[in-house]
């Protein structure tokens, strides 16, 4: 592995990490602070938005604060990076997911990992998860390729926090998410016999998302390396310098 993605592997990791974090955390924070679930709700989803567009900004000039398996692969669809690249981005983005969700139970004393029991298994979750993740990778790649990719931040965070309320399932929309959520008995938990499902909604909602922006934006390879936000794939390489004027 190169310095160079090396450094992004670790942007990645710890990205995700915080992600989950602000997940877990803020749902376990939310369960006891009120006993209503409506509330619950908002709370998670305004800490998980917010977090996210502050984690983008802090992480995306390094890796380009991908946090997503299906956004790295669609990337790799569009050639925004090899195939090599998006198989460390996915480890990383697990590994970190793990580790944060651990770092959030041990914030509020509890078991570091504690299986979840929450089922989450019905077609309707299921269908909410193919919207979910659909509509996130529509706005990623929408964003960039209209070429406003300083607001990518903000139009992913704002997309995540209604989609917590617009869709069934409270918008997973992340396979290395769904994963890591499994090690937490809390609010945000979702218990391991659910998550095949859920992972193969999302990657079918990033197949049809991947397909429509093939339609709108035929020339999306252009910006791909842009995605999420841009960054230097080789911040190590020797640049050329501007010719000095002869004195």
């Excluded at 390094?62 to 692969?73: F, K, Q, R, Y």
């Excluded at 570091?112 to 298994?121: F, H, I, N």
């Excluded at 607001?151 to 997309?159: H, Q, S």
């Excluded at 841009?230 to 000095?244: E, G, L, V």
């Amino acid at each position: 592995m190169t310095v160079s993605l090396a450094r992004r592997a670790v942007a990645e990791l710890v990205g995700t990490a915080l992600l989950l974090v602000a997940v877990v955390g803020s749902g376990i924070a939310a369960a006891r602070l009120s006993p209503d679930v409506g509330l619950q709700l908002l709370e998670n989803a305004a800490a998980t938005a917010a977090a996210l567009v502050a984690i983008i900004l802090a992480v995306g000039p390094v890796s380009g604060a991908h946090l997503n398996p299906v956004v790295t692969l669609a990337d790799r669809f569009f050639g925004g990076v090899s195939t090599r690249e998006a198989g460390v981005y996915v480890v990383a983005q697990v590994v970190g997911g793990a580790l944060g969700v651990v770092v959030a139970n041990l914030m509020f004393s509890l078991p570091a990992v504690e299986l979840s029991t929450t089922g989450r298994s019905t077609g309707g979750l299921w269908l909410g998860e193919v919207v979910a993740t659909f509509g996130l990778l529509l706005v990623v790649f929408g964003v960039v390729r209209s070429g406003r990719t300083g607001i990518a931040p903000f139009a992913v965070g704002a997309y995540i926090g209604g989609a917590y309320f617009a869709t069934s399932s409270t918008s997973f929309a992340n396979p290395a998410v769904t994963l890591a959520r499994t090690l937490s008995d809390t609010f945000a938990g979702i218990e391991p016999a659910s998550v095949p499902a859920f992972v193969l909604a999302q990657l079918a909602g990033a197949a049809l998302a991947v397909a429509v922006v093939r339609v709108l934006y035929p020339d999306m390879s252009g910006a791909a390396g842009d995605v999420l936000v841009p960054h230097d794939n080789d911040p190590d390489a020797i640049r050329p310098q501007p010719d000095k004027e002869l004195s």
